[in-house]
């Protein structure tokens, strides 16, 4: 599932991304997962910018995750040559 998050202006200028408003955490920032990723910025640019390859790294995550581990049985590559 796509995080949603929302890119806000603070008091001082600073841009935050934080958790969307149809969230349990609306406003709050969001946790970094990424060494690239930064409390805030200095441009709404950049913001966006972090925001979406967090969502581009978020989604080779769970990507990472759906492949299956290991090498296939032969009963599962004849499963899969099957249709089923």
């Known amino acids: 599932m796509h995080e ?10 600073r841009f935050l991304n934080v958790y ?3 969230t349990m955490k609306a ?6 997962k ?5 409390e805030s910025y200095p441009t709404l640019e950049e913001a966006v910018g972090a925001a ?3 969502s581009e790294e978020e ?4 990507e990472r995750t759906r492949r299956p581990r290991g090498p296939r049985s032969r ?3 004849e499963y899969e040559a099957a249709g089923e």
């Open 75 to 77: 009963q599962q590559l």
């Open 59 to 62: 989604g080779k995550d769970l």
């Open 4 to 13: 949603q998050s929302e890119t806000i202006q603070d008091k001082l200028g």
């Open 52 to 54: 979406q390859r967090r």
């Open 34 to 38: 990424y060494d690239f990723e930064q």
């Open 27 to 32: 406003g709050k920032p969001l946790p970094k």
């Open 20 to 22: 969307g408003r149809n």
